[in-house]
């Protein structure tokens, strides 16, 4: 094929980010021809580009990981999957199949759990707004509901009534464990006296029964020893409340926050490098609990990990529409994918990776989505040998909070699809089109074009 005519630019040679080598980074040319040995070719050509790819050879194998080093150590533990990390229904599905029971923050998302099949006593309900109706809801069926403010307490009292019975609920509370900035807009502080202040009124209003503590420090969190001072606040809690108020602490619910081997902007270091292991996590987890609960208490240890599982069972595949140069000489591409399926571009930095071998020099390059918005930057920087229009980009790790966020914003969703550990490939959502968007509308009668004649 006839290379397409570039005019030529005058740039000062750059051969990569200095290294002691004078060459650029290994990783800026990585291949990648297949998923899970299905050739990206293949899966292009059948379901489209762009592609959201998940591995359950990878979220099986993470979900083992991160089980196994709490579960060997602590021997009361459960984990709730964050439904809005993703909640490809398949996905969903196959973290229940690990054992994972739901963890929710909408009413969409516990409609959306149980209609998967998950009972309501298997269904973890946080969030900062529960409407009265679904608090009735969840609580008719069971649910573990975690109260985030006053307003659910005056609810479920009056959904209590109504029930004719009293109603287990755990608190959502917010601590101080060097994690900053705190997270303190959800559940009660802790150091101020609010939680305790909310434990007394659940008390003096009879129908509620407090039996959890629940606490998410945030997301991402490289600190492992943030977890050890978290868990013995909510533990020294758990007993306070117990003593002044004859509550019986049944779980203690610590969130999610471990990060996945994701590259954050302004973080040097590769992720193997810079972030403890999940072994350090689960070490300062048990290690507090051991020091702080009684001898012979264990009550249930909640993990609601949501990107650990599976970020890095996710790849996005886009392919390059063109090349071209800015006016400064910069090298830039238009990808078939950007910022409307990648929200976390705005946080990490991706490995991107090449479908095929391709010669030359690498140069700093920017990769643009291909929306018509200046915001649309897949990467601003990246080494990338010259790339032929069809080459085709493979980003990763983007299986967390990606195509949860995606938008219908200029283009429509595309198909995403889950490589089963035998190499076989599952539509696990089809390609959006036109209908998608348009299904709900409604155009006044007076403004309806005239049909052609
Ligand atoms: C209440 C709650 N639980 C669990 C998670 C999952 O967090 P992560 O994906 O960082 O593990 C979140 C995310 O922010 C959350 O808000």
Redesign the pocket.
């Known amino acids: 094929m006839k290379p397409a005519y570039e005019k030529p630019v005058i740039r000062k040679l750059q051969t990569g980010v200095m290294n002691k080598f004078g060459r650029s980074p290994a990783y800026a040319r990585k291949i990648r021809s297949d998923i899970d040995g299905v050739a990206i070719d293949d899966l292009v050509e059948k379901f489209g580009s762009p592609l959201f790819v998940y591995s359950e050879r990878v979220i099986r194998q993470k979900h083992r990981q991160v089980h196994t080093a709490f579960s060997t150590r602590y021997p009361n533990v459960i984990f709730g999957w964050?439904y809005?990390?993703n909640y490809l229904n398949a996905i969903c599905s196959l973290m229940h199949q690990q054992g994972s029971i739901a963890?929710v923050?909408s009413e969409m998302e516990y409609d959306k759990a149980r209609a998967l099949g998950v009972p309501g006593e298997k269904i973890i309900f946080?969030g900062p707004h529960k409407s009265p109706a679904a608090l009735e809801k969840a609580a008719r069926e069971g649910a573990m509901i975690n109260i985030d403010q006053m307003d659910e307490i005056y609810d479920l009292e009056k959904v209590s009534a109504k029930l004719g019975r009293p109603l287990n609920i755990g608190m959502r509370i917010n601590l101080d464990c060097g994690i900053y900035p705190q997270w303190s807009r959800f559940g009660f502080n802790l150091e101020s006296g609010q939680a305790l202040e909310a434990a007394k009124r659940i008390k003096s209003g009879g129908k509620l029964i407090l039996n959890g503590l629940h606490c998410?420090i945030g997301?991402?969190i490289v600190d492992a020893s943030a977890y050890g001072r978290q868990v013995e606040k909510m533990a020294a809690f758990g007993y306070e409340i117990e003593k002044a108020f004859s509550f019986s602490i049944e779980y203690l619910d610590i969130?999610?926050?471990?990060p996945s081997r994701s590259r954050l902007r302004g973080i040097y270091l590769p992720p193997e490098v810079a972030l403890p292991s999940i072994d350090e996590y689960a070490e300062a987890v048990t290690h507090a609990l051991a020091k702080a609960l009684r001898p012979g208490d264990f009550p249930k240890l909640i993990l609601?990990?949501?990107?650990?599982l599976i970020d890095e069972a996710g790849w996005l595949v886009t392919t390059v529409l063109s090349a071209k140069r800015l006016p400064d000489g910069t090298r830039a591409y238009v990808a078939d994918a950007g910022v409307n399926l990648l929200f976390t571009a705005n946080w990490y930095k991706f490995n991107i990776e090449l479908d095929r071998e391709t010669g030359g020099i690498n140069e700093q390059s920017v990769i643009y989505g291909p929306l018509c918005m200046n915001i649309d930057v897949v990467d601003e920087a990246v080494l990338l040998p010259p790339l032929t229009r069809g080459t085709r980009l493979v980003i990763s790790p983007i299986g967390?909070?990606n195509h949860t966020q995606s938008m219908q914003f200029i283009n429509v969703r595309p198909a995403s699809v889950l490589i089963g550990e035998r190499g076989e490939v599952d539509l696990i959502r089809e390609a959006e089109d036109l209908t998608d968007i348009t299904r709900r509308e409604k155009v006044p009668s007076r403004f309806a074009q005239p049909k052609p004649k």
């Open positions: 964050s809005k990390t963890e923050v946080n998410h997301t991402f969130g999610g926050g471990f609601e990990s949501g990107r650990a967390a909070y």
